[in-house]
C-alpha cells in the first residue's frame, strides 16, 4: 500500500475497549513506505511485524504485553521479544538514535543485540538501567561504550557482554560493571588494551573469551578477577604470556 500515510483510529465509546480492533493479537504491516503516523492503541496485541516502512520505524505502539516485534527494512531491523515476565530483548542493526522516543522501551530492556549499525559510536548506559545482555556484532563505527570516556560509566546490572568485529574499537571504556559475568570480545582488529583495573572494575567476572584481537598487548595493570574460572586467549599474538597474573 504505498500510498497509505495515516492510521486513523477508530474509537467508538460505546464499544467495549474503545477500539476497532480490541481483541487483535497479532499485526503485519509491509511495504507501506509513506506511513509515518503512530499506530493506534491495539490493547490485546502481543506480536506485531513492520517491513519496508521505514517512516514507521520509531512510531511504535506502547503496549505492555508484547511478546514479539519485528521492524525490517531500508538497512533498519529491530527484534524485540518478552521471553518471559520480567525478560524483554532487542535485536537491531539501526539502534537507536531515537530510542528516547520508542514508547519508554528502552528503560525495561534486559537484552540487546546489534548487528551492522554504522551510525552506532557509542551508548549512553542512562538510556538501559536494566540492561543484562548486550551484544554488538559488526558495527564498524563503535568507538565505546560511552560517551564520554574521561567519566566512569556504571552498568550496574549488565551480566554478559559480547562485541564482535568492531574495527574502530581502539580502547576499552572504563566501564563499571558489578554483575558481569561474561565478557567475550572477538576479532575486534584495532583494540590495543583491555580496561584498567578489571579486578574492581568487574569483580563478578568468571568467564574471559579474547579472539583475533590481533593488535591487543596489554594486560589489565592489577591483574584480572580473582574468582575467573575461564580464560581463552586465541590468535592475540602480541599479548605478552608473562604479564598475566
Known amino acids: 500500500m504505498p ?29 507501506c513506505p509513506n506511513l509515518t503516523n503512530a499506530l493506534p492503541i491495539l490493547p490485546s496485541l502481543s506480536t506485531l511485524g513492520i517491513e519496508n516502512c521505514p517512516l514507521l520505524v520509531v512510531s511504535i505502539p506502547r503496549n505492555p504485553i508484547f511478546t514479539t516485534m519485528k521492524l525490517n527494512g531500508n538497512s533498519r531491523y529491530m527484534f524485540i521479544k518478552k521471553s518471559s515476565p520480567g525478560l524483554v530483548s532487542l535485536k537491531g542493526d539501526f539502534l537507536l ?7 519508554g522501551i528502552s528503560t525495561f530492556l534486559q537484552a540487546i543485540e546489534v548487528e551492522k549499525c554504522d551510525s552506532l559510536k557509542c551508548l549512553n548506559p542512562e538510556l538501559f538501567p536494566n ?10 563505527n563503535l568507538e565505546s561504550l560511552c560517551a564520554d ?6 552498568f ?26 561474561k565478557l ?62
Not at 149 to 154: A, G, M, N, P, Q
Open 3 to 31: 500510498r497509505w500515510r495515516e492510521w486513523i483510529p477508530y474509537t467508538d465509546s460505546d464499544e467495549e475497549g474503545g477500539g476497532a480492533f480490541p481483541l487483535l493479537k497479532e499485526l503485519w504491516i509491509q511495504d
Open 97 to 103: 538514535k531515537g530510542m528516547e522516543q520508542i514508547g
Open 131 to 140: 540492561l543484562r545482555s548486550l551484544e554488538i556484532k559488526r558495527c564498524a
Open 149 to 154: 570516556e574521561e567519566c566512569l560509566v556504571d
Open 156 to 181: 550496574t546490572s549488565l551480566a554478559s557482554l559480547k562485541i564482535i568485529q568492531c574495527p574502530n574499537l581502539v580502547y576499552f571504556p572504563e566501564l563499571r560493571a558489578p554483575e558481569l559475568r
Open 184 to 245: 567475550q570480545l572477538l576479532e575486534c582488529i584495532n583494540l590495543e588494551s583491555l580496561p584498567k583495573h578489571m579486578h574492581f572494575l568487574f569483580p563478578s567476572l568468571v568467564d574471559l573469551c579474547l579472539y583475533a584481537c590481533s593488535k591487543l598487548e596489554l594486560f589489565p595493570d592489577g591483574g584480572f578477577p580473582s574468582i575467573l574460572e575461564s580464560l581463552e586467549i586465541i590468535e592475540c599474538h602480541k599479548l605478552i604470556p608473562h604479564r598475566m597474573q
